[in-house]
């Protein structure tokens, strides 16, 4: 027998292969290699796993989006979105999924691409929006992350509902402190008014007491009266359960409801009668564009002007069709230099560059405008189906937002 070496036996590796062992052998390997590339590439083990992760679901479960990031067709960020999306989806579903969402993505910034991907992961996603909402809410937190240059950030994550009227909130407060003295930009404002309400309830000017902004919900009726679950529709966010959209409209503040009814419409236009919009045209035009609609711009509609296309001087119509949101900056470029824009049908904008380069936006929602105005109920969006969903255009054709 050999001599004892003094040294102590090495440990059983873990993965079933010794008493005690946690782990079975994929897990052993997964985190190996997962540790080993995170220490090699200098990043969080955790940033590392999501790397790997979204690798394999490229290389086994998303072909065309590997496809079309290889040739350039898309960025990685676009990809990340597809993953991202695509992950819950079942499998029976993911390649419709994908080739719905690839529609459109070569011609959409990410950010829009995120939102169009959200909505139609909805469509796919075996389990029901409200069994997923009670799962997630339960993960609600905020956090605090340490940054550079003396610098942290402050995360608040719960209900979309609940984000969205504080980020409202926020905003609105900012845009009243605006004015020729004040020399802070609205993103910085934003912050402040943000640090002034959570260490003190109100601004050192007394503002935010009481300030609530207004976000528009859209509730189909047979979802109100609890015929079923189909999700509502939150300005500026996408899909929320039935159940939480009935709460909202049954009286919560800060929320406008806007009822969906298959036999209902809204003033679409007023012609040359008069210049100024009518409210429920202004309604119907926030739903329908949601944000600022130039190329690229994800300015709330809420915040942004209610353009005339073709100048009222020029004979232009107060319409749904010749009338869209810009935010200030994007309205001065139109107003200012030679950037032209065009309505097509369905809420589609086409614009013109000053070189000629022809971009198309598309509306938030498709809205089908029917009958005429019920009191107290609108018409609102109805997605398209899948098929139509960023339907890919001919070579020279122009490029969607």
């Known amino acids: 027998m050999p001599a004892d070496s003094g040294r102590p036996s090495p440990a059983p590796r873990p993965g079933g292969r010794g008493p005690g062992a946690r782990w079975d052998a994929r897990e052993v390997a997964e985190r190996e290699f997962s540790s080993e590339l995170a220490c090699t590439i200098r990043v969080p083990q955790r940033t590392a796993e999501n790397l790997v992760a979204e690798s394999r679901a490229l290389a086994v479960d998303l072909p065309a989006t590997r496809a079309a990031l290889a040739s350039g067709e898309i960025s990685y960020r676009h990809a990340q979105v597809v993953v991202n999306q695509a992950w819950s989806v079942p499998a029976e579903g993911r390649a419709k999924f994908e080739a719905a969402v690839l529609k459109s993505a070569s011609t959409m910034t990410a950010s829009k691409l995120k939102y169009r991907a959200r909505v139609l992961r909805e469509r796919w996603h075996p389990e029901?929006?409200?069994?997923?909402?009670?799962?997630?809410?339960?993960?609600?937190?905020?956090?605090?992350e340490a940054e550079q240059d003396g610098m942290a950030s402050f995360m608040f994550y719960g209900s979309a509902e609940t984000a969205q009227a504080a980020y409202e909130r926020v905003t609105l407060t900012a845009l009243s402190l605006q004015?020729?003295?004040?020399?802070?930009?609205?993103?910085q404002l934003k912050a402040d008014v943000f640090e002034d309400l959570i260490l003190d309830g109100v601004t050192p000017s007394g503002l935010g007491k009481g300030i609530r902004g207004t976000v528009n919900i859209t509730v189909p009726v047979f979802s109100l009266m609890g015929l079923n679950d189909e999700p509502a529709h939150l300005e500026g966010y996408g899909p929320i359960d039935a159940d939480t959209a009935r709460r909202i409209a049954a009286g919560a503040p800060s929320f406008t409801r806007i009822l969906v009814h298959p036999e209902t419409g809204v003033v679409l236009s007023v012609g040359r009668d008069r210049y100024k919009v009518p409210k429920d045209l202004r309604r119907y035009l926030r739903v329908r564009d949601e944000t600022c609609r130039f190329p690229g711009c994800n300015r709330s509609a809420a915040h942004s002007d209610l353009d005339h296309s073709l100048d009222w001087q020029f004979n232009g119509l107060t319409g749904e069709d010749?009338?869209?949101?810009?935010?200030?900056?994007?309205?001065?470029?139109?107003?200012?230099?030679?950037?032209?824009?065009?309505?097509l049908e369905g809420g589609?904008?086409?614009?013109?560059?000053?070189?000629?380069?022809?971009?198309?936006?598309?509306p938030a929602a498709v809205i089908r405008p029917v009958g005429s105005l019920s009191p107290g109920l609108s018409l609102t969006p109805t997605a398209p189906p899948p098929e139509s969903v960023g339907s890919p255009e001919p070579p020279g054709d122009p490029a969607h937002f």
């Open 322 to 343: 010749n009338l869209a949101h810009l935010c200030p900056p994007c309205h001065a470029l139109k107003s200012e230099t030679g950037w032209t824009v065009k309505h």
């Open 179 to 187: 004015c020729k003295e004040e020399e802070r930009t609205l993103t």
């Open 348 to 362: 589609v904008l086409e614009w013109r560059s000053p070189s000629g380069r022809a971009f198309v936006t598309e």
């Open 128 to 144: 029901t929006i409200r069994a997923r909402h009670q799962k997630s809410v339960k993960d609600r937190g905020v956090f605090f």
